[in-house]
């Protein structure tokens, strides 16, 4: 895992739903629905937090354990840079 900053793909589009975030490609064609912990985790991604502060972010907004919030941040965060929804920045 990296440890810069997450950052979204402009590429995309989102909505935050009733706590959900619904993300759309340019183009409309591709759907992505995230749950609420998954919305919290991709609404910190704005290349301004590293992630560590997303990690206590989580632990914080939903009372979990640190081991589990970074075990859960790695893998989404893992999950968004491989298909593209994000990537790693070193810049704010």
């Known amino acids: 895992m990296e440890n810069g900053r997450l ?3 402009d590429g995309y589009v989102w909505r935050d739903i009733g706590g959900e975030v619904v993300i759309l ?3 409309g ?3 992505c629905l995230l749950n609420e912990t998954a919305a919290t985790i991709w609404t910190l991604c704005d290349g301004q ?3 560590e502060a997303i990690i206590r972010a989580i632990e914080s907004d939903y ?3 640190h081991d589990e919030a970074l ?3 790695q893998a989404f965060a893992g999950q968004l840079v491989a298909s593209g929804l ?3 920045s070193d810049r704010p």
């Open 63 to 65: 009372e979990v354990p």
């Open 25 to 27: 490609n340019a183009d």
């Open 71 to 73: 075990a859960d941040v």
């Open 86 to 88: 994000a990537e790693w």
């Open 29 to 31: 064609t591709e759907v």
């Open 49 to 51: 937090r590293d992630i």
């Open 7 to 9: 950052r979204r793909n």
